[in-house]
Each structure stands twice: as structure tokens, then as C-alpha cells.
């Protein structure tokens, strides 16, 4: 069944560009809308080829450059309003507009802030990253999220669970259920894309007499999140943030994609990075002798105790 992946970039800092370039060595032949809001985009030189050609624009004024090649769209919108919401809205439209919205099945909808995807090596053999979100969509569970929160009663948005909208997909239903909801709607106020957007996500699908569901081993994929018995889940805290994930920072095989702008799993989302650019370049193996590391490892000392003391 096909697939599209609706990608929000909007150039903040380096690391959404490095971000950014990551994710496109990932490319694979499945549909990708990649949405640029404002008039900044360093990754943007991948796609100055004659591979892309001008594509038809939606009347609604939102875009205002397409190119197209045979799976990448890049769309261009000069502001930032509504935020990822506003981007994947242009997705939408554009598809709608070209006759191609209702040729999909499932959507997948990434935001720039992420580094990923992650899947160990066993995965890859078998399955596209894709897989790890659509593999749990069914006939009761219409929205699959690297992240879910249970927002306190204290907070504006809650009480209950909440999906992190920075990687979420659906199925042509759920996205039905969303449309109908306004959650794509382009809203000015980041308030209001929070509460009338990201955590009305979840409320829609609610809602509708549907389910939810999380990549996080924590909670395993068969809750019925709409039961108030799990609502203090991680104590009704954001578990994308560093160490606020029962202790502990998400791992990028276990969300494929983690908060890199908030620093998540830093040293080793960016040693896992490290590895993929060496083994692209067929370098994974390279190395030198390290004879005081390999006389500790014999001795049976910790190495990571070592490395702390030497950082102090």
C-alpha cells in the first residue's frame, strides 16, 4: 500500500540543517514532500538537479516555488506560519490539488527537529524504517507516534495522553478523522497550534471511537490509552526530553527518531550518525591499535567509569 512523507523544515539552526541532511541520505522510493517554510535552506543544494522540474501549485496561495522529481516534491512556503502543521497542510493541499491525495494510504508526517531514522541492523534487512510506525496501525489503532505524554490536569491541554507530533503516521482513515478535526488547519498563534493541533491529535482520534499508540517499549502497543487508569503514565511527564524518560533519555532504536534540538540521546544519536557516514563511505572497519583501552577491557576494568574520570 503506498506511502507518503510529509517532511516540515524550517532552518532554525545547524542542527535541523544537519538534521535535514541526514534524513535525505535516508532517501528511499516511496513518496517524500519535503516543505521548506521561509527563504533559508542550506540542504536545499541537493536539489538543485536536473532531475527536478516545475510541478502545478494549489490556488490557495500557500506555495509559492514546486519541484518534482520521481519520488521527492519540495515545496517552498516564504513564512512559518502554523508551523509544522502549516507544512504538512501545504502536503496536503498539494496532493489534493494534484489528484494524488486519495492514491495513499498511509502518511507519515516528520518535522525537522528530529535526527533519525534509527533501526538496528537485524531491522533493515527485512523492513523499511516506515514499517515500524504502519506495522501497528489496524483496525483500532489509527495513530502511531515516536512519543506520547500524559499531560497533568494542571496543563492546558489535559488531562490524559497526547502523541508528540514531531513523527507521527496514519492510515486514509485516521487522516480523514484529522481533516475533520481542523488538526492541519494553518493557525497563527503557537498556542493554538499546540492545543488545537498536536494535542487535539489525540482528542480527534478519541473521539472518533479510535485508539492510539507509541513506539515507546515502555508501554507496549496494546493500552487502551482512553482508560483514565493510565493517565499518570511517566508521572505526567514529556518523556522526549534528556533523562525524563523514567530516568532515563529515549533511545533511537526504540523511537527511530529522537528530539535531536533538545539534545536527546546526544552522544550517541551523533555516534550512531558518525557510523552511518563511515559506512557509506566503507570505512566502518578503519581503526588503529588502542593498547591502553585493550589492557583495561583484559584486566576487566570499566571503561566508562575510566572515561568519566578522565572528563572530570
Same mark, same amino acid.
Given at each position: 500500500?503506498?506511502?507518503?512523507?510529509?517532511?516540515?523544515?524550517?532552518?532554525? !539552526?545547524?542542527?535541523?540543517?544537519? =538534521?535535514?541532511?541526514?534524513?535525505?541520505?535516508?532517501?528511499? @522510493?516511496?513518496?517524500?514532500?519535503?516543505?521548506?517554510?521561509? /527563504?533559508?535552506?542550506?540542504?536545499?543544494?541537493?536539489?538543485?538537479?536536473?532531475?527536478?522540474?516545475?510541478?502545478?501549485?494549489?490556488?490557495?496561495?500557500?506555495?509559492?516555488?514546486?519541484?518534482?522529481?520521481?519520488?521527492?516534491?519540495? *515545496?517552498?512556503?516564504?513564512?512559518?506560519?502554523?508551523?509544522?502543521?502549516?507544512?504538512?497542510?501545504?502536503?496536503?493541499?498539494?496532493? +489534493?490539488? /494534484?489528484?494524488? &491525495?486519495?492514491?495513499?494510504?498511509?502518511?507519515?508526517? &516528520? =518535522?525537522?527537529? %528530529?535526527?533519525?531514522?534509527? %533501526?538496528?541492523?537485524?531491522?533493515?534487512? /527485512?523492513?523499511?524504517? /516506515?514499517?515500524?510506525?504502519?506495522?501497528?496501525?489496524?483496525?483500532?489503532?489509527? *495513530?502511531?507516534?515516536?512519543?506520547? %505524554?500524559?499531560? #497533568?490536569?494542571?496543563?492546558?491541554?489535559? @488531562?490524559? #495522553?497526547?502523541?508528540?507530533?514531531?513523527?507521527?503516521?496514519?492510515?486514509?482513515?485516521? *487522516?480523514?478523522?484529522?481533516?475533520?478535526?481542523?488538526?492541519?488547519?494553518?493557525?497563527?498563534?503557537?498556542?493554538?497550534?499546540?492545543?488545537?493541533?498536536?494535542?487535539?491529535?489525540?482528542?480527534?482520534?478519541?473521539?472518533?471511537?479510535?485508539?492510539?499508540?507509541? &513506539?515507546?517499549?515502555?508501554?507496549?502497543?496494546?493500552?487502551?490509552?482512553?482508560?483514565?487508569?493510565?493517565?499518570?503514565?511517566? !508521572?505526567?511527564?514529556?518523556?522526549?526530553? #534528556?533523562?525524563?524518560? !523514567?530516568?532515563?533519555?529515549?533511545?533511537?532504536?526504540?523511537?527511530?527518531?529522537?528530539?535531536?534540538?533538545?539534545?536527546?540521546?546526544?552522544?550517541?544519536?551523533?555516534?550512531?550518525?558518525?557510523?552511518?557516514?563511515?559506512?557509506?563511505?566503507?570505512?566502518?572497519?578503519?581503526? *588503529?591499535?588502542?593498547?591502553?583501552?585493550?589492557?583495561?577491557? %583484559?584486566?576487566? +576494568?570499566?571503561?566508562?567509569?575510566?572515561?568519566?574520570?578522565?572528563?572530570?
Amino acid at each position: 500500500r503506498a506511502v507518503v512523507v510529509s517532511y516540515s523544515y524550517f532552518e532554525k !539552526d545547524e542542527t535541523q540543517q544537519s =538534521n535535514f541532511e541526514f534524513f535525505w541520505k535516508k532517501n528511499f @522510493p516511496i513518496l517524500y514532500v519535503f516543505v521548506i517554510s521561509g /527563504t533559508e535552506c542550506s540542504p536545499c543544494r541537493h536539489f538543485q538537479s536536473t532531475e527536478f522540474q516545475p510541478c502545478r501549485l494549489p490556488e490557495n496561495g500557500q506555495i509559492y516555488d514546486c519541484q518534482s522529481s520521481q519520488n521527492v516534491t519540495i *515545496l517552498r512556503r516564504r513564512k512559518n506560519r502554523g508551523m509544522d502543521f502549516g507544512n504538512h497542510n501545504a502536503t496536503l493541499s498539494w496532493l +489534493k490539488h /494534484t489528484g494524488r &491525495l486519495s492514491k495513499f494510504f498511509y502518511f507519515i508526517f &516528520l =518535522n525537522s527537529s %528530529v535526527r533519525g531514522p534509527f %533501526v538496528p541492523s537485524y531491522f533493515t534487512t /527485512t523492513s523499511h524504517w /516506515t514499517q515500524a510506525f504502519l506495522s501497528l496501525i489496524d483496525l483500532r489503532v489509527k *495513530l502511531v507516534a515516536s512519543s506520547l %505524554v500524559c499531560l #497533568p490536569a494542571i496543563d492546558e491541554g489535559g @488531562p490524559g #495522553p497526547r502523541i508528540e507530533s514531531f513523527a507521527f503516521a496514519t492510515d486514509i482513515y485516521g *487522516l480523514a478523522i484529522l481533516m475533520a478535526a481542523e488538526i492541519f488547519a494553518v493557525r497563527g498563534m503557537k498556542s493554538d497550534i499546540i492545543l488545537g493541533s498536536e494535542y487535539a491529535l489525540t482528542s480527534s482520534v478519541f473521539s472518533a471511537g479510535f485508539q492510539v499508540a507509541t &513506539l515507546l517499549y515502555k508501554y507496549g502497543t496494546l493500552l487502551d490509552w482512553r482508560n483514565e487508569s493510565h493517565w499518570s503514565c511517566n !508521572d505526567n511527564v514529556h518523556p522526549s526530553r #534528556p533523562c525524563s524518560y !523514567d530516568g532515563m533519555s529515549m533511545h533511537p532504536f526504540e523511537t527511530v527518531f529522537v528530539k535531536l534540538s533538545w539534545g536527546v540521546s546526544k552522544r550517541t544519536v551523533l555516534k550512531y550518525s558518525e557510523w552511518d557516514e563511515k559506512k557509506a563511505l566503507g570505512q566502518m572497519t578503519a581503526g *588503529l591499535f588502542d593498547h591502553d583501552r585493550y589492557a583495561s577491557v %583484559v584486566q576487566g +576494568k570499566d571503561l566508562c567509569k575510566l572515561a568519566k574520570r578522565r572528563n572530570l
